[in-house]
């Protein structure tokens, strides 16, 4: 099977508060978990993400040596040190992905927040372009939502449907 038509495994959607706020799956045969079992990985999820955001290291930047200053008192300051995060330009993100022999898990986070979750077969390609698309139609049909209220869970006929034929249709 060529790697581009590997499978979407599954989807969760977890609000900036760390919710629960959508589940599905796409492929039959996957193992089971219960509504709990989908609260308890969202919420661990939430946590480990925001931990490995929080400890991503700071660099320390290369400066000309300056000596000490000396202060009018009389004591001596260290020179100041200077920090940087690998690639200033780019964001703190957290964990990204997590790749296993079976399955990989992909997060998008949101501006506002939201995270979403994409389980798929390890082999599949262009995984960013299936999680942005599952963004395009989130904010179509979700968010664009009139009855929609914010950070709850996500009942919305239109987007199931959009959703599931889009994935259908690009394997």
């Given amino acids: 099977m060529p790697s581009n038509t590997r499978g979407v495994f599954s989807l969760i959607i977890i609000n900036k508060a760390g919710g629960l706020i959508y589940q599905r799956e796409f492929q039959a045969g996957l193992r089971n978990l219960s509504t709990n079992d ?4 969202a919420g661990t999820f939430h946590g480990v993400h925001a931990i490995t955001r ?12 300056t000596s000490p200053a000396t202060s009018s008192t009389g004591t001596t300051t260290p ?4 920090y940087s995060y690998p690639n200033p330009g780019v964001p703190v993100s957290g964990l990204d992905y997590l790749e296993t022999d079976k399955f990989r898990l992909t997060c998008f986070q949101t501006l506002t927040g939201t995270k979403f979750l994409l389980f798929t077969d390890p082999l599949t390609g262009s995984v960013d372009t299936i999680i942005q698309k599952i963004y395009e139609l989130y904010a179509d049909y979700v968010m664009k939502n009139p009855f929609y209220q914010i950070e709850m869970p996500v009942r919305c006929e239109a987007f199931d ?8 249709g690009r394997a």
């Fill in 161 to 168: 449907r959009h959703l599931g034929a889009w994935l259908r």
């Fill in 79 to 82: 020179a100041a040190s200077s």
């Fill in 54 to 65: 929080s400890i991503t290291p700071k660099i320390p930047t290369s400066q000309p040596a």
């Fill in 38 to 41: 989908y609260l308890v990985l």
